[in-house]
């Protein structure tokens, strides 16, 4: 005898739906940028690390007393030194501004993923319940209508 909810079931995806590609596609890029985080995590640390120091060796070379006299006895050397100093002041701030976003970003991403983790297990651990369940049931009932 065949219940109503038997119609209304969906069959399990298996390996050949299209469904199932293209969670398992998904899952496996997720995993792929979970570990790459760490690479990014390094990149943003070292900006962070590494922006402040050149910008503090550049102020300390352009507030040196004799800065000035190499700027003023070597012309042309003297404005590429200070454009060049000006400039890796600017990059460096802002390389310090994307480290610290990213940084955010990253520590943020990590918190989501693993509410993503936890919750895939508790749907896979009440999924595989709650067939154990119906597999149980069916069992109970088709003994019953043997009897």
Do not use: C
């Not at 005898?1 to 890029?29: A, C, G, Q, V, W």
């Not at 976003?101 to 990253?106: A, D, F, G, N, T």
């Amino acid at each position: 005898m065949l219940h109503n909810n038997d119609y209304n079931e969906k069959p399990e995806p298996t390996s050949s739906t299209p469904r199932y590609r293209i969670l398992t596609l998904i899952e496996s890029f997720i995993e792929q940028i979970f570990h790459i985080r760490k690479t990014l995590l390094g990149v943003s640390i070292s900006a962070i690390i590494m922006a402040p120091i050149a910008i503090g060796l550049s102020v300390f070379l352009l507030r040196h007393p004799s800065f000035f006299t190499v700027l003023e006895m070597e012309n042309e050397f003297g404005l590429v030194l200070g454009v060049l100093l000006g400039s890796i002041i600017i990059i460096s701030l802002i390389w310090l501004v994307l480290g610290l976003r990213q940084y955010r970003v990253i520590g943020s991403w990590n918190k989501r993923y693993s509410n993503y983790v936890r919750e895939k297990q508790a749907m896979d651990n009440m999924i595989a319940s709650q067939y154990s369940e119906d597999t149980a049931t069916n069992t109970n009932a088709n003994d019953h209508y043997r009897r």
